[in-house]
C-alpha cells in the first residue's frame, strides 16, 4: 500500500464532528452564530434561443459576525456584516467587469435573512421561492436579473453536507450545491437588453474554521453537457504542497458521490501573470478522479478580481471550459483560485 494510500484511509477512518443534519428550508437560510458563510451563484448565458454560452457571472454574498454584540439593543448596530462580490465576463471580447459592497446589515437594505434563503445588499438580492430562485444585481455598464430553476434535490457536499477541508476533525463546513439550475436572463449592457438563457451553480457554505495552516485553495464547479455536475477542490500549504482535497458527482438517476482526498488529482499546465498584481494563477489544468481523467481551461485569462477594498481578498474566479482527455467538449462552469495574491483574511 503506497503511502498516498495510507493517508487517505486514515483520514477517512477520523471521526466526523458530532453535528445535526442539514435541514431544509432552515439551511437555505443565514446562520448568524457560525464565523463565516457565504452564497455563491455563478453561470454561463447564451442567446435565449441557443448557441455557445456568451457571458459568465458571479453574484456572492458573505455573512459575516460584525464587531457590535449581538444582544445590542440598537437596531442599527453592526451585529451581522454583509459583503458582496459581482462580475460579468464578456467571453467573445475577453472583459471582465466586477464590484464589491460592504454593508452591517440595516433593516430592508442589507440582511440574510434566518430560516430560507433571502439575501439584499441594497439592489444585489438571491431569494428563493419553492424550487425556483430570483436573483438580480448591477455593476460598472451593466444590470442582470436571473430565474433559476431545478427540481432536483440540493447536493450535500462532503458527508451528508458535512465538507472536511483538512485532517484536523474541527476543519469542516457544511455545505451543499444546487448544480444545473435552468437559467432565464435579462441583461442590459451597455445601454443594449437581451434575453439570455444558461445553466448555473449556486453553493451556499458556512463555517468557524476553514483554512488551518492552508494558504488558499483551487475550486471548479462544472455543470456537464450530459447532466452530470463536478465539484473538485484541493487546499494548499505555503508552500504548495497540498493539504486536502475532496469534490462530488452527481449523475442523474443515479446516488451522488463524495470523493475522498486520493481520489482527486489536480495539476495546472498553465499559468497567467496578472499585469496588475503579479499574482501566477493556473488557468489551465489537468483533472484525475472518478469522473475520469479530463482538461480544464479558462474561457480567458484576465478573470482576476481585487475585492481587498471590502474582504481583503485578491483572487481569480472565471469562466471555464471542461474537455475530456482528447479536448473534446465537456461542460462550462466556473472555476476559483486564492492564495496566489495573498492568503485569504479567513478563519
Known sequence: ????????????????????????????????????????????????????????YQ????????????????????RQLLLGHVALSDLGAQKQRHAQRLLRALPGAAYSVVGDCDVKLRDWTLKRSGQSYQAAFTGPGFALELQLATTAPPLLQGDAGLSRKGPDPEQFSHYYSRPQLDTRAVLALDGRRQTLAGRAWLDHEWSDSLLGDSMGWDWLGINLDDGRALTLFQLRRKDGTRSFAGGSLRTPGQADRSFAPGDVEMTPTRHWASPATGARWPVEWRLKSPAGEMLLAAAFDAQEIDASRTSGLVYWEGAARLFDAQKQPLGTGYLELTGYAGKPPLP
Open 1 to 56: 500500500m503506497t503511502p498516498l494510500k495510507r493517508r487517505t484511509l486514515l483520514l477517512a477512518a477520523l471521526p466526523l464532528p458530532v453535528q445535526a443534519a442539514l435541514n431544509f428550508p432552515r439551511d437555505f437560510g443565514a446562520h448568524p452564530q457560525q464565523g463565516i458563510e457565504w452564497w455563491y451563484l455563478t453561470g454561463l448565458l447564451g442567446d435565449a434561443g441557443g448557441g455557445p454560452p456568451r457571458f459568465g
Open 59 to 78: 453574484l456572492t454574498f458573505f455573512r459575516l459576525p460584525g464587531p457590535a454584540p449581538a444582544d445590542h439593543p440598537s437596531a442599527l448596530a453592526a
